[in-house]
């Protein structure tokens, strides 16, 4: 299965009210997985007039601000107008294909992406129309919660201490993150849940 491994960096928690500060997606095929530094990648720093957000999330991005504050050209940097257009020529170039209502519908995974990213993409021009995810989405949380222990879904950094990465912090990057959902996801793809359930259970 092809999916897009995406992350957003945002300037506070609220959609309708706070920015897209990044934006990362990288394409995966679980059949024919390649080295992570091969994978098709897309990055884009989002310019805006203006920024508003919290202190916490702003002092997080600020390696993101000076970037963007920068006069320099960067080919990486748009505006939000100009976001999911460019996304969606780079689906295009990699493949992907647009439906009868010419909108390229994809199968995304990331980290909370239906309860945290999905909304900031949906304020996003363009959305539901050039580009737009379908609904059944991949969280790599539910393939590493412990069903006796866990109160809740397991975080990013938990997600990893249970892979058994060396390193457990998350970069709070968006191509970084991107990537590390998709090394999360990969030891599945072999054996997945369902199969790892039919088999017999250890005798005690």
């Known amino acids: 299965m092809r999916y897009v491994s995406l992350d957003l960096e945002t300037s506070g928690p609220a959609p309708q009210r706070h920015q897209v500060l990044e934006l990362a997606a990288v394409i995966e095929d679980s059949r024919h997985p390649r080295p992570l530094a091969e994978l098709p990648a897309f990055r884009r720093l989002v310019r805006h007039p203006e920024y508003v957000g919290t202190a916490g999330a702003l002092a997080l991005n600020a390696r993101l601000l000076v970037e963007l504050a920068r006069k320099t050209p960067n080919p990486e940097l748009c505006t939000p107008t100009e976001l999911l ?38 304020e996003l021009p363009g959305w539901g129309t050039l580009v737009r ?39 709070h990057e968006a ?26 259970s250890p005798t005690v």
């Open 85 to 122: 257009l460019q996304l969606r020529e780079f689906l295009l170039a990699h493949g992907f294909r647009p439906d009868a209502k010419d909108c390229v519908v994809v199968t995304m995974a990331g980290k909370n992406i239906a309860s945290y990213d999905l909304g900031f993409l949906k």
């Open 133 to 171: 995810a379908d609904p059944a989405m991949l969280d790599p949380a539910a393939f590493y919660l412990n069903w006796h222990k866990d109160a809740r879904l397991p975080n990013m950094s938990i997600c990893k201490a249970r892979a058994r990465f060396d390193d457990c912090a998350v970069a």
């Open 175 to 200: 191509l970084a993150d991107a990537l590390d959902v998709i090394r999360l996801l990969r030891p599945f793809y072999e054996r997945p849940a369902y199969k790892q359930a039919d088999e017999p």
